[in-house]
């Protein structure tokens, strides 16, 4: 079993967990997965991120490019 896989909680468990709703929804099954730990960047790879943006680049007037930027590397980083 991966990591990502999660664990399965016996039946019992989740009609336990559907009587504590108190009828509002009826839990089948119920999996517990591990919390995804973050992962960020280090400084030199900011750095590197940084030099790659084009030589124009107005750090006032484009910030939110520098953002999206960044934000594009940690996607990557953190969900495949």
Known sequence: MTKDEGTLVPETFAKYAAA???GTHEITSLTIKPKQTWVGLTDE???RIWGE?????NPERDACVFAETIEVYL???NNG
């Open 75 to 77: 996607k990557e980083r």
């Open 53 to 57: 943006l084009p030589q124009t680049l």
């Open 20 to 22: 504590l709703v108190a």
């Open 45 to 47: 790879e900011r750095s």
